[in-house]
């Protein structure tokens, strides 16, 4: 699968996950991050996969250029909704140095198909936990932080 076709399954597949989760259907990690648009002002809606590792609740970037990566960096505050609940909160992007040990702990302790994005998406060389950690200064991570 090319990365166009890729990108084209994600956008038909988040559309639904959003749908499911406006609706009040919440399942796995996932949630609805809602930021304002850096340019335009709007607000808009990502699902997105909130990890919880070594106490504390991460995002990671699965795709290149994602736009709520450029949005989140620019917003003071986020707002994440699981099914009917949401909560305003703070992304704090994580230094490029202490990245690798949580990117390395997300691969070893997740599904394979979670080594395999960064693949597919480009972000990573190889799957593995070391591979994956590797590529840390490609891969934008977040740490969530209550307000």
Do not use: C
Request: charged share 20%.
């Amino acid at each position: 699968m090319n990365a166009e076709t890729n990108r084209r399954m994600t956008n038909a597949f988040n559309k639904i996950i959003v749908g499911l989760q406006r609706g009040g259907i919440a399942f796995g990690p996932m949630r609805l991050l809602t930021v304002r648009g850096r340019r335009s002002g709007q607000l808009r809606t990502f699902p997105i996969a909130v990890i919880a590792l070594d106490g504390g609740q991460y995002i990671f970037q699965a795709f290149p250029k994602a736009a709520w990566v450029a949005n989140a960096r620019a917003a003071d505050t986020v707002e994440l909704a699981r099914g009917r609940r949401s909560s305003t909160v703070r992304l704090v992007e994580v230094p490029v140095h202490e990245r690798p040990p949580l990117l390395r702990q997300l691969v070893t302790t997740s599904p394979a198909s979670v080594g395999n994005r960064f693949v597919t998406t480009g972000l990573a060389e190889t799957s593995t936990p070391d591979g994956v950690a590797a590529a840390a200064h490609r891969i934008a991570v977040f740490r969530v932080q209550s307000i």
